[in-house]
């Protein structure tokens, strides 16, 4: 069994920066796919960042150069760094992992972007 449990969100200003952590727990390996998703009401669920085998990652346009995916394999821990956030970063944000077909969802954790 997985189990992932977002922590790190909060309120921030434009500009400002917030580091996201996705603490897991169960049968999670370094090699497994973990990824940070974001939705807001009213609009789908949307892939922000990813990281693989190998520590590849992966970012949505709208993030590359502000946002930094890590991951601490001996804690279980990944990580959402973000930099410079602008107001359209508000959502909730999840922690997601993948394997053979099957994903694991944490709770979610809400970002706000405000002055």
């Known amino acids: 069994q997985v189990q992932l449990v977002e922590s790190g969100g909060g309120l921030v200003q434009p500009g400002g920066s917030l580091r996201l952590a996705c603490t897991g727990s169960?049968?999670?390996?370094?090699?497994?796919?973990m990824d940070w998703w974001r939705e807001v009401p009213g609009r789908q669920r949307e892939l922000v960042a990813e990281?693989?085998?190998?520590?590849?990652?992966w970012y949505v346009d709208s993030v590359k150069g502000r946002f930094t995916v890590s991951r601490d394999n001996a804690e279980i821990k990944v990580y959402l760094q973000m930099n410079n956030v602008k107001l359209e970063d508000t959502a909730v944000y999840y922690c997601?992992?993948?394997?053979?077909?099957?994903?694991?969802w944490g709770q979610g954790t809400q970002v706000t972007v405000s002055s």
């Open positions: 997601a992992m993948t394997r053979n077909l099957q994903t694991w």
């Open positions: 169960g049968n999670i390996d370094r090699n497994d796919v």
């Open positions: 990281i693989a085998s190998g520590d590849i990652t």
